[in-house]
């Protein structure tokens, strides 16, 4: 059974810091995606990560995979206000199996 | 080009009683895929359908059903509400099941369980 685990949970950091989020997946998995929910809201696609070693970026967040180690990481440079959110990884198993199964989600705060 | 489509929005029903969810995915999207989300259990995917099929199921009671029409929309229905069904049921859209297009998502019926 594929089981993903976020970390930090909560995090509170100010702008202009960098900070990582983790996503680790417990069996192998070739596709990753990151997603974005603002409060009431659903869902928003970040990234699609469909290979060893695939890194995206789109402004100031970066997505990487690493499908040997199991783990892919959500990397914010110099963060501002509008990047508050709670942010879910999310991993498929491939073959048709049961969807995507989701992180807790780490809900981010970005004060100025 | 029009996202993923849910109605209702916003649902209150009594306990014991049933309901239909709808989603229309974007036009040419074959796969719809639902997925619960509450504050303790998170986001948990319900079933998927292909092509009118049901592809695979999460781990759900008989109570919560699903279909596909040809023309891709879905519906889902849960029946014999209990109030522990409140939640955001959230439809994903996206070309295929292999998931290497991404999903996208709707904004999501909001469904309480009185």
């Known amino acids: 059974e594929l089981k993903v685990e976020q970390n930090p949970l909560f995090l509170s950091m100010q702008e202009g810091k960098n900070y990582t989020i983790y996503c680790n997946y417990s069996t192998t998995s070739d596709r990753l995606y990151w997603y974005r929910q603002d409060p009431g809201k659903s869902l928003e696609s970040l990234f699609v990560?469909?290979?060893?070693?695939a890194v995206k970026q789109e402004g100031r967040l970066m997505a990487s995979l690493d499908t040997k180690a199991r783990l892919s990481t959500l990397h914010i440079t110099a963060a501002v206000h509008d990047l508050s959110a709670t942010y879910f990884c999310?991993?498929?198993?491939?073959?048709?199996?049961?969807?995507?199964?989701f992180g807790k989600g780490t809900h981010l705060i970005i004060q100025p | 080009k029009a996202g993923v489509t849910q109605t209702p929005r916003y649902l209150i029903k009594t306990r014991g009683q049933q309901v239909t969810l709808s989603c229309s995915p974007i036009s040419g999207h074959r796969s719809v895929s639902w997925y619960q989300q509450t504050p303790g259990q998170g986001l948990q995917f319900l079933f998927e359908?292909?092509?009118?099929?049901?592809?695979n199921k999460g781990n759900f009671p008989g109570r919560f059903s699903g279909r596909q029409f040809s023309n891709s929309r879905s519906e889902m229905n849960v029946s014999t509400l209990e109030l522990g069904d409140s939640a955001l049921y959230l439809c994903?859209?996206?070309?295929?099941?292999?998931?290497?297009?991404?999903?996208?998502f709707g904004s999501g019926t909001r469904l309480t369980v009185v």
């Open positions: 359908y292909f092509s009118e099929t049901q592809r």
């Open positions: 994903a859209s996206s070309l295929d099941v292999s998931g290497g297009y991404g999903y996208t």
């Open positions: 999310a991993a498929h198993s491939g073959g048709g199996a049961d969807g995507l199964t």
């Open positions: 990560l469909l290979s060893n070693g």
